[in-house]
């Protein structure tokens, strides 16, 4: 007897060491895959990143300007200037806001349109041009729209003088732009390399795990239901969550719809700094509140929309 259960025990003990030497060499795999992946997108993210913050310093010292004198296009401009990607832009509008330099139409507008790292993460990844287009082109509709709706209601736009940009600076988002070209693209690019090498990995490891059944039931398998879920990611104040809807999407895990809803409300740090900086909680609630609604109904009309057509 004795010996029958020393006999279970050492196959016991040998069956988990299998099993372990099998795991350990799938997740190996996984890190081997992720940073071949990884490398292979360096040049590509960097000529992005290159091209993006050669824009974004040409107009950064004239956006502030622009949406702040903008008038009654300031819902528009701000939409235009927010597809400019990273948060660097809705930041500053953020700071502007808090001023009362621009209005709260004008600021959604910008959070809403605002693309932070889909648009290079996109381009590194070679995805059609017209598929890009679409999203930065409902984006800046959807912005502008709601913007203009906000301000109407509102109708008031005061305006303060005692403007100070410390938070920025404190927020370390770039939008200072105190670093030359060359350098900020650079720290752009292994930023973001390296959620995108995390977030990657996670999903990798969880595909390899429990299957891509198990990641689907997660997201509600693309029901009408998704885009609540996805714009609850987007919320997340960090470059992370725009990484990792875009990935999801790309990994055919969430499909259009609940991809537009999560970069809908994904606007990088903005909302961190306004919940900081701007002493009036009820007020901060009430922007995190529209965003995430104007976000999840956007993308349940396209998931209606897609089963309509």
Same mark, same amino acid.
């Not at 598929?131 to 301000?151: A, Q």
């Given at each position: ?6 006999? @279970? ?13 099998? %795991? ?80 709260? %139409? ?42 203009? @709706? ?45 959620? @995108?090498? @995390? ?62 809803? %999560? ?47």
């Amino acid at each position: 007897m004795i010996n029958m259960i020393v006999y @279970l025990l050492t196959i016991s003990d040998f069956y988990y060491k299998i099993k372990w030497i099998k %795991g350990s060499e799938i997740v190996r795999e996984i890190i081997v895959e992720t940073t071949l992946d990884s490398i292979k997108l360096i040049p590509f993210l960097f000529l992005a990143f290159l091209v993006i913050e050669y824009f974004e310093h040409k107009l950064s010292s004239k956006s502030k300007k622009i949406v702040s004198k903008a008038g009654k296009f300031s819902p528009l401009i701000g939409s235009l200037l927010g597809l400019i990607p990273q948060c660097g832009f809705s930041v500053v509008a953020t700071n502007l806001y808090i001023t009362r330099i621009i209005s709260l %139409g004008t600021l959604v507008a910008i959070y809403l349109s605002t693309s932070d790292e889909m648009l290079p993460i996109m381009l590194s990844q070679k995805v059609a041009f017209k598929t890009i287009l679409s999203i930065l082109l409902i984006k800046f509709i959807v912005g502008m729209i709601v913007g203009y @709706l906000i301000d109407f209601c509102l109708r008031k736009n005061k305006k303060v003088n005692n403007i100070s940009y410390e938070i920025c600076h404190d927020e370390h988002c770039g939008c200072e732009k105190g670093d030359s070209l060359i350098k900020s693209s650079i720290i752009h690019t292994l930023k973001t390399l390296g959620y @995108l090498y @995390l977030i990657t990995f996670i999903l990798n490891l969880l595909f390899k795990y429990l299957g891509s059944q198990v990641l689907n039931k997660v997201f509600l398998d693309n029901t009408i239901f998704t885009p609540f879920i996805t714009s609850l990611i987007g919320l997340i104040p960090n470059c992370g969550s725009s990484i990792m809807i875009t990935e999801l999407y790309l990994n055919k895990t969430i499909n259009y719809a609940s991809m537009l809803s %999560g970069l809908l409300t994904g606007c990088g740090v903005a909302l961190l700094v306004l919940f900081k900086a701007n002493k009036n909680v009820k007020e901060n609630i009430k922007i995190l509140g529209i965003i995430y609604g104007i976000g999840a109904c956007i993308g349940v009309i396209l998931e209606l929309l897609g089963y309509l057509l």
